[in-house]
């Protein structure tokens, strides 16, 4: 599988140039401050201040009791977009949450408990009706639905964190309405955060896709780029590929960069990882090695083209715009310019 900015081609994902049971989130943390190495900075998805509260799931009266709460707020998710309040132009931007009272009808779920003791649901359905704050005096204010992609960046940690886990639910409740056993309706149990079916009582947790996402380096230090055949000219983004049954992350580094480029690599490196819920990734990030032939051959299937890339060469190419990066919310860019050093611009 190929080169996507944050999913492997062919499933929708992150812009890697290849395709593009869960852990308590530790709230108030980022993913650089979990990783002892220090992992990749900003990574936009891999934020989050909500305790997830995994111990409240099958606590039925207090869920109740939190459903029935004023303070309660509620993030409503649609087709991968939720409302979004911005201000300032769009220099502040939060979520626009409801009350459980004016919530729409669909799944619900709870997302989790922040330090305010506040408690915070995602519902799957329709989105409310944006409101209309902004005036003529002030464009790009106001109230609208915007996607993850879209809105991660420009988030706080808490709402990037609480939209990222919504959407994520949201798509798996949208695609697992059925015991893949028997075929009979599943509903949603644990808070939403787990389905069972109405037939024979099997539970299904929810699913995720691993890929891999990987900068390759030759001796000289160079790193090895492509396009997505699927992508327009001048779109580039490191290789990357979902990982297989069997198969362990690294054994798929090796396998994607072979398959891709022709290219061997060896001494994969784990560097950080990002969820990427369209529909429902978890990006982990490596850096690799060649350790033969620099000759690149590449899988004309899923790769237009790729080729070495100096820093110098790098930079030279996105000023000319030559080429185009990966946008910021994807691992991609920010393994690259872990990799370049300092910040990059050029982004698509
Ligand atoms: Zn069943």
């Not at 798929?252 to 061997?264: D, F, N, S």
């Not at 060649?290 to 080729?307: M, N, Q």
């Amino acid at each position: 599988m190929s080169a996507g900015p944050d999913q492997p081609a062919g499933r929708h994902g992150e812009p890697g140039a290849g395709p593009g049971q869960p852990a308590d989130r530790h709230a108030g943390l980022s993913s650089a401050e979990l990783t002892e190495s220090g992992g990749l900075r900003d990574l936009a998805l891999s934020r989050g201040e909500v305790d997830r509260s995994t111990a409240r799931r099958s606590d039925a009266g207090w869920l109740e009791a939190a459903w029935a709460s004023a303070d309660t707020r509620v993030v409503v998710v649609e087709d991968g977009q939720a409302l979004i309040r911005f201000a300032d132009g769009e220099a502040k931007a939060e979520l626009s949450f409801v009350a459980p009272s004016h919530a729409p009808d669909g799944v619900r779920f709870l997302l989790g408990i922040d330090a305010d003791e506040v408690v915070y649901f995602g519902v799957a359905g329709p989105l409310p009706r944006p409101d209309a704050e902004a005036g003529p005096a002030d464009p790009g204010s106001g109230t609208r639905p915007i996607s993850l992609r879209q809105a991660g960046p420009l988030l706080s940690d808490r709402d990037a964190g609480l939209m990222t886990e919504a959407v994520a639910l949201a798509n798996w409740h949208d695609t697992h309405t059925h015991c893949p056993r028997d075929g009979a309706v599943t509903e949603p149990v644990l808070a939403g955060h787990a389905r069972r079916c109405v037939n024979d009582g099997s539970e299904h947790f929810p699913r995720l896709d691993p890929a891999v996402i990987m900068l390759v380096t030759d001796p000289d230090d160079r790193c090895l780029l492509a396009r997505n055949a699927m992508w327009p000219q001048r779109r580039v983004s490191i290789l990357a590929g979902f990982v297989e049954p069997g198969e362990s992350a690294e054994q798929a580094v090796a396998r994607e960069v072979q398959e891709e480029t022709g290219i061997a690599v060896g001494g994969a490196r784990y560097v950080g990882s990002q969820p990427w819920p369209m529909p429902h990734s978890l990006m982990l990030g490596f850096r690799a090695r060649a350790t033969g032939s620099l000759e690149i051959t590449v899988d004309s299937d899923e790769i237009a083209e790729a080729r070495w890339f100096s820093r110098d060469e790098l930079r030279a190419c996105i000023a000319s715009g030559e080429i185009r990066l990966p946008p910021p919310v994807s691992i991609a860019h920010r393994i690259i310019e872990s990799w370049y050093g300092s910040d990059l611009d050029g982004a698509w």
